[in-house]
DNA sequence: CTTGACCCTGACACTGACGTCAACGTTTAC
DNA sequence: GTAAACGTTGACGTCAGTGTCAGGGTCAAG
């Protein structure tokens, strides 16, 4: 299939798969026109990247997803190097509940100081 | 004071200064040969301004405050402008927690699915 | 033959708060 | 007198993932 099928199928724009592509995510080859074609394998490594970015993880993140795939394994995440951006996504993520639990309650404090009574509580 | 005096006072470069008043936060008279003046009121302004950028308000958030500060106000957060700021973040921040607790869980389901065992549950 | 739906590459726009550099004028200290 | 340290404006670079042109080529249907 070449590009416009595989965005319309993958829920992409014919820009993001270059750009996947141009960042080393994807490959494509080549028709005699200069086209790109892609099998039905590649549907499955887009559709993997977009699961991940949705997900809140980058292209750099998805690339041992990706690789994973390539390899020959049914999931992405069947490999020690995925699984790994997995558990330092995890800590990221805890990093940031934790920072936003502060600024919140810092937040919070300023808004009692300024106008007592306006702070809801809407957490616990 | 000038601008090199005023930056180092508050904590921050002259080119942030720069930009602050680009955009339209603080101003400065010049002096005869182009020259930015600054006075004791500008660094109660910028020390606003700095502290709330910390506690992840953008500049344009900032406005309200010191617009407050400069009509006389003791706190930039004494006008009920700067009060509806504060109380947007803090539901923005509501927001982001959980939307990364979503995130969280699906990663932590991923991860767990990927690597029984691997997800070594640090929050609760 | 031409219209329209595709495809190509290359490149700018965007968001935010600056860092950094260029190219220049001013002030201060020795 | 001169060099360091300061000031000025203007403009590009950063980070990510595209959107959106510009300016082409390709191909099937009518």
Known sequence: M?????ARRAG???????????QGLIRARRTANGYRE????????VTEIRSLL??????ED???????????????????ESVEVYRRKLAEIDDEIRALLVRRAEVAGQLSTACPGCVLTKRE
Chains 1, 2 share one sequence.
């Open 62 to 80: 998805a690339k041992p997803f990706v690789a994973c795939l390539r390899a020959g394994h049914e999931s992405g995440a069947d490999c020690p």
């Open 2 to 6: 070449r590009i416009g099928e595989l």
């Open 12 to 22: 992409v724009s014919p820009r993001a798969l270059r750009y996947y592509e141009q």
């Open 54 to 59: 949705t997900v809140g993880f980058t292209l």
């Open 38 to 45: 892609y099998s039905e394998a590649d549907l499955k490594l």
